[in-house]
């Protein structure tokens, strides 16, 4: 009787641990396509910084906004994909979106988590301190490509728009892609421009043409045995 209540306490533990097992892990923001959702924090080390560009953004001539882009290979082992946008002290322009190219390709949609930062996360090529801008939402297009973070909310006054001489909070695209290729990010309020950044990349699938000498010598090998099969074969009388 001992022993079988033993077994039974020891059932309802494994079967408890398995139920909070998912409640205890971390929550993440995720993005699918055709949807929008809220951008979480993110705080902690960044990661390792794999690649930056710093791009100015101008309009007819004028200095509209510089772009930070930046590769970060996170804990996880997969990219995450940084912006931050400072917007020039004589734009006289407020910033309201900013869209992220390149997230899909007819080989495989990215998954993606988005967040926004605080700090940079011990990286030293985004500007500290001095970001006000808050995305309230992100959203992504219904074929996957696009994800863009917005600064203000459709239909309301709520509004976290990168006023002139403001710097955005550091934004953050979460994949599980491992390569990465030059992408595109543009920002628009009334104007549209665009910047060089990055995008997620899913190395080809196709055979290289040694692997396609092996594979169709094997089906060759394959063919000349089930022939000698087939002739050995007895005939029916």
Not at 87 to 116: C, E, H, K, R
């Amino acid at each position: 009787m001992k022993s079988d209540l033993k077994r039974l306490c020891r059932t309802a533990l494994c079967v408890g641990a398995l139920l909070l097992g998912p409640t205890a892990s971390s929550q993440a923001t995720v993005l699918i396509p055709g949807t929008t959702v809220v951008p979480d924090l993110l705080a902690g080390p960044a990661g390792t910084l794999v690649d930056t560009v710093l791009t100015p953004l101008t309009f007819g001539g004028e200095l509209i906004a510089n772009l930070r882009a930046a590769v970060v290979m996170n804990a996880g082992g997969t990219l995450d994909f940084y912006y931050q946008i400072g917007n020039s002290g004589m734009s006289g322009t407020n910033l309201a979106t900013t869209t992220d190219q390149s997230f899909a390709i007819p080989a495989m949609t990215f998954a993606t988590d988005v967040f926004y930062r605080t700090d940079p996360g011990g990286l030293p090529v985004f500007l500290p301190g001095s970001a006000q801008a808050v995305p309230l939402s992100a959203e992504r297009s219904n074929d996957g490509v696009v994800v863009g973070f917005n600064f203000t909310a459709p239909g309301t006054r709520n509004s976290s728009r990168i006023n002139p001489g403001e710097v955005s909070r550091i934004l953050v695209i979460r994949t599980n892609a491992t390569n990465y290729v030059p992408g595109l990010t543009t920002i628009g309020n009334g104007i549209i421009t665009s910047g060089q950044s990055f995008a997620p990349f899913a190395p080809s699938v196709t055979p290289e043409p040694t692997s396609l000498l092996l594979l169709g010598s094997a089906f060759a090998a394959a063919g000349y045995v089930a022939r000698q099969r087939i002739r050995r074969k007895p005939t029916a009388i």
